[in-house]
Every structure is written in C-alpha cells, then in structure tokens.
Nanobody
C-alpha cells in the first residue's frame, strides 16, 4: 500500500506564492513519475506538471515560467513552487505517484490540497 499526502495549500493574494509538498510512503519500490494535477469544480483533473525518474520535467502552458516542480528522491517527496499566482490557479491540487514494478504500472493519488487565489 502506498500513501500519498499533499500539504501546503491555502489562501493567497494574486501575485503571491505557495509551495505544495507531496510525500509518498509505504511499499514504494520504483517511482517512475511524480506529478501534480489540479481540478476545477465540475471539471476533470488536468495535469499541471510532472517530473520523471530521470529528472525530466513537463509543465502545462498555463503555468510555465510561474511554477517549478522539484523532488527529494531520498524522501519520496515532490514539491510544486507556485509563483505569480493568479485567481485562475484556484483549484484543488492533487499529487499522483506512478510506480513501475515487474512491468506493472500503478498510480496513487493523494486527497488533494486546496489553493485559493484572491484577486
């Protein structure tokens, strides 16, 4: 069993910053991708950013040059530094950990952390 816990959400004014953290624990053998998604009310989750085991990163166009993903491999933790926040960044942010073991791919989600950006 893998547990994924996000933290760091909250209320911030437009232009401000927040740093989200996501810690994975449990039976983790091989983390392949660590990712952040967000979800608006009534919408499907969308990818914000991810980082692979090799360190490659990917960002949604809407957050490029404002958000930075990073990780601490030893702690099985991924971070999302969010700068220059906009009201449209208001959403619930979810962390997803993808593991690969014996050719089997598994995804583990956290319960989410809410980010609210006031104008």
């Amino acid at each position: 069993q893998v547990h994924v816990v996000e933290s760091g959400g909250g209320l911030v004014q437009a232009g401000g910053s927040l740093r989200l953290s996501c810690a994975a624990s449990g039976s983790i053998f091989s983390i392949n991708v660590m990712a952040w998604y967000r979800q608006y009310p009534g919408k499907e989750r969308e990818l914000v950013s991810n980082i692979t085991s090799g360190g490659s990163t990917n960002y949604a166009d809407s957050v490029k040059d404002r958000f930075t993903i990073s990780r601490d491999i030893a702690k099985n933790t991924v971070y999302l530094q969010m700068n220059s926040l906009k009201p449209e960044d208001t959403a619930v942010y979810y962390c997803r950990i993808t593991t690969v073991q014996d050719m089997a791919v598994a995804h583990y989600w956290g319960h989410g952390t809410r980010v609210t950006v006031s104008s």
